[in-house]
C-alpha cells in the first residue's frame, strides 16, 4: 500500500525555536506538497517541489523553508517559530502530470507556545 | 486565479437521505476538479476527479459529482447517507503546474 509518513503526529515546541518536519513517501513520486491547515481556512499550500533540490513558493510560503535533497523525502523548517504558525501540517505527493490524485500523510498537529 | 468556493460549513443529513455538499469553482479555462474527505484524526483521502468527459463522476465509498459548466458547480452527491460519512469534505481545483488549491472545507455530519 502507498504511505506518505510524516515524522511526528504531535509537536510542542517554543516560541522562536527551529523546527524540522519530516515527510517521506515510498511511491517515488516526483512532487510533494506542504499545506497547512486551520479551521475556516481550509488547506494552504506552503510550498511545491517538483524535482530533487527543486522548490516553488505556494500562497503562504512566509515563515517557512524547505529542503529536498532526495526525492522521496521533503522537509518543512520553520527558522524561527511563531505562535501563528501553530497548527496541522499535511504532506502530500503525486506524480506529474496534473491529473493525479495527491497522497497525504497523517499530519502533524504542531503547538507554539 | 483558480479557486473554489464551499459555500456551507457544516451540512446535517438523516442516515438514509442523500446528502449535497456544495462546491463553486472559478478558472479560466478548462477545470480539472477534485473531491477530497478527512476522517477524524487522518490525513486527506481521494474521492473522486474530473478531468473531462461525462459530467458524472463516480468516486469512492458510493459518491458522486456531478460537474455543471453553465453554474459553474461540482457538487458532491450520494443518494444514501450513512453515519459512517461523517467527515470533513474539501473540494479542490488544479492550479498550473500540478498544484490543487482546496476549499474551507465542509464538515458533514450525518445522524442515525
Known amino acids: 500500500d502507498v504511505k506518505v509518513t510524516q515524522s511526528s503526529r504531535y509537536l510542542v515546541k517554543r516560541t522562536g525555536e527551529k523546527v524540522f518536519l519530516e515527510c517521506v513517501q515510498d511511491?517515488?513520486?516526483?512532487?510533494m506538497f506542504w499545506y497547512r491547515q486551520d479551521p475556516g481556512l481550509g488547506l494552504r499550500l506552503i510550498y511545491f517541489?517538483?524535482?530533487?533540490?527543486?522548490?516553488e513558493k505556494g500562497d503562504i510560503p512566509e515563515g517557512y523553508s524547505v529542503s529536498r535533497e532526495k526525492k522521496e523525502r521533503f522537509s518543512l523548517i520553520l527558522e524561527s517559530a511563531s505562535t501563528n504558525q501553530t497548527s496541522m501540517y499535511l504532506c502530500?505527493?503525486?506524480?506529474?502530470?496534473?491529473?493525479?490524485?495527491?497522497?497525504f500523510g497523517s499530519g502533524t498537529q504542531l503547538s507554539v507556545l | 486565479a483558480q479557486s473554489v468556493a464551499q459555500p456551507e460549513d457544516q451540512v446535517n443529513v438523516a442516515e438514509g437521505n442523500p446528502l449535497t455538499v456544495k462546491c463553486t469553482y472559478s478558472?479560466?479555462?478548462?477545470?480539472?476538479l477534485f473531491w477530497y474527505v478527512q476522517y477524524p484524526n487522518r490525513g486527506l483521502q481521494f474521492l473522486l476527479k474530473?478531468?473531462?468527459?461525462?459530467?458524472l463522476v463516480k468516486g469512492s465509498y458510493g459518491f458522486e459529482a456531478e460537474f455543471n459548466k453553465s453554474q459553474t458547480s461540482f457538487h458532491l452527491k450520494k443518494p444514501s447517507a450513512l453515519v459512517s460519512d461523517s467527515a470533513l469534505y474539501f473540494c479542490?481545483?488544479?492550479?498550473?503546474?500540478?498544484?490543487?488549491?482546496f476549499g474551507t472545507g465542509t464538515r458533514l455530519q450525518v445522524f442515525p
Open positions: 479542490a481545483v488544479r492550479r498550473n503546474t500540478d498544484k490543487l488549491i
Open positions: 517541489s517538483y524535482d530533487v533540490k527543486m522548490k
Open positions: 511511491m517515488d513520486h516526483e512532487n
Open positions: 474530473y478531468i473531462t468527459g461525462d459530467n
Open positions: 502530500a505527493s503525486s506524480t506529474q502530470g496534473g491529473n493525479e490524485k495527491l497522497f
Open positions: 478558472v479560466s479555462g478548462n477545470p480539472y
